[in-house]
């Protein structure tokens, strides 16, 4: 089939967070069933696809909170009242008006769109009246711009995500009706769409980019770390784990652990001074497998956690809360789960002590790694299957 992948962010040579983790796999996958699909979106600022010529950019853009001044913020909250949309769709509204629409009407015809996440759907309604569509809901929105509003700081802001989740909920609700099919991230997801969906809906099991290593008794690198976190922290949702972490967990640790955390990190956020900040990181794979344990530390959101999916691709132990585990039936037998602040020590605490005498608690992920693919295959297919009927 000839698809548009259309998407907030198309996916370049290194990428940065979860959403363009997923938004590869998918790409990837689609592309090694076969498919013809031309990515069509917007990219960061200096920032190039990783298929040039299967991509085209509508415009560079800098859509994310964490790196837009607080007069583009406003301009965005403005847009948003003006149009009577959340501001997650007003921000791509101005981005792409007068050319996202043109572009995919200029490239066509397509068999099929694959809408990327409801936000360009909600600020474009048009998009459907082009060519038959498959939406891939990687959260349900309403339902973490919901959670953002219990965990804001203030009440402005309580606010603003409260209205955020009554107009994502009603966008979403048609886009459920108007699509074709609908993929989810996480089985959970595709529960939570009730009837509207239910019949025409499946989970896509996701892979990273990451390669499981060549398991070899005793040739482990020395840990740099005894505990890793790893995520986009400035994101709302990731940001509630991270805290929870430092505030809860990590006073119930021994003092002499050394814990790092990658990724972008709020400044005002406070660190334990056992905790090493090292940023983002060149490979997230190697900053993993440098970790003795990984903390899957998740306490919001919906959709599935791509750091959680990394970790089992490459067999590598982990201490995850329930919300972590989200989209899996079945954990690895390294991996241990816990809610509460002083189980979640103390299950670290005692996996770091087998590990420490020896046993490196990591085992082979090629086997899952090899279920993700199928699985991912199979559910692309039955998606494109519907928008080709």
Known sequence: MRLAFL????????????????NAAILSALRAAGHDVTAIGFTRHGETP???????VVAEIDIENAVAST?????????????????ACAKLRLAGAGRLVEAVRAQGPFDALILNSVMLPGAFPELLEIAPCVLVEHNIEHASARQNAENAGNVLLRRLFAREARLLEAIERRLWRQSRFVWTLAEEDRRAMGAEARDKSAVLPLVSGTAPPAIVAGQDAPASFDIGLIGTWTWLPNRVGLEWFLQEVCPLLPDDLRIAVAGRVPSELRMPLNVTLVGRVPAADAFLR???????????GTGVQLKTIEAMQLGLPAVATTLSGRGFTELPANFTLADGAPDFARALAERLAVIRAGDAQRIDGEAFLTRQRAALAAGLAQGLAAAAR
Do not use: H
Request: net charge positive; with cysteine.
């Open 290 to 300: 440098s970790c003795r344990i990984v903390a899957l530390s998740s306490r919001a």
């Open 71 to 87: 007069g583009r913020q406003l301009r965005w909250i403005a847009a948003a009242f003006r149009f009577g949309l959340p501001v």
């Open 7 to 22: 998407t907030s962010l198309i996916p370049v040579a290194r990428p940065d967070t979860g959403f363009e983790i997923a």
């Open 50 to 56: 990783a298929d040039p010529e299967q991509a085209v």
